[in-house]
């Protein structure tokens, strides 16, 4: 079984500052690994996935993950956010081996502020 | 463009009552899931299906059953609403596994 641990509920940061969301996880198998992002009063979206190769992935907005297996952490990075990323975050694992249910986080919620 | 619909965006019901949250996908996927979403748990698994007249049950399942009789819907059925299942739930489908799970626009529901 797997299971996902969101280490913060909540991040507050200023615009244009760095932020690290923060995602670890335990499994017996080997893993792929999501984040997914909602905007207010809408369904999940994909932001990027490790499923592997390289350690570090990244997002076509400018977020990056890296899967760091000695760890079982896969946290999520922003050099420098925007208001328009405030959103909740969700961090979530699936075993690799032929199936695809996943095992969610709580969420994080990220308050960007001017 | 393929979509996933949720019906009804919201829904307001009495205890005891039994209701069906509908989730139409014209991806073609094989895999449907349904979660439900409440503050501090993050989203969770009631259940899922791997394809046409195949469920299994997820990690919150009680009180709640699916069917699949093609390889478009996966109506969820709550058989007597209680106060406990007030919630949001989302549907979504993906390819296989490894692959992006797309997701509905969610349904709120309240049972009062």
């Known amino acids: 079984a797997q299971s996902v641990t969101q280490l913060d509920s909540q991040v507050p940061v200023f615009e244009e500052a760095p932020v690290e969301l923060r995602c670890n996880y335990s499994s017996s198998v080997s893993v792929y690994l999501f984040w997914y992002v909602q905007y207010p009063n809408q369904g999940l979206q994909l932001l990027l996935k490790?499923?592997?190769?390289?350690?570090l992935v990244e997002s076509i907005n400018g977020f990056e993950a890296e899967f760091n297996k000695s760890q079982t952490s896969f946290h999520l990075r922003k050099p420098s956010v925007h208001i328009s990323d405030t959103a909740e975050y969700f961090c979530?694992?699936?075993?690799?081996?032929?199936?695809?249910?996943?095992?969610f986080g709580a969420g994080t919620r990220l308050a960007v502020h001017p | 463009d393929a979509e996933i619909t949720q019906s009804p965006r919201h829904k307001i019901t009495e205890t005891g009552r039994q209701v069906t949250l509908a989730c139409h996908q014209t991806?073609?996927?094989?895999?449907m899931f349904w979660y439900r979403q409440d503050l501090g748990h993050g989203l969770r698994l009631l259940h899922y299906s791997y394809g046409v007249q195949d469920t299994n049950k997820g990690e919150v399942s009680d009180g709640y059953s699916v069917s699949r009789s093609n390889t478009e819907d996966l109506p969820l059925t709550l058989e007597s609403a209680a106060s406990s299942q007030t919630s949001v739930y989302f549907c979504?489908?993906?390819?296989?596994?490894?692959?992006?799970?797309?997701f509905g626009p969610g349904t709120r529901l309240l049972v009062l």
């Open positions: 979530a694992v699936s075993g690799s081996g032929g199936y695809n249910k996943l095992i």
């Open positions: 490790y499923l592997s190769g390289s350690t």
């Open positions: 979504a489908s993906s390819e296989g596994p490894g692959e992006t799970q797309y």
């Open positions: 991806w073609n996927h094989n895999n």
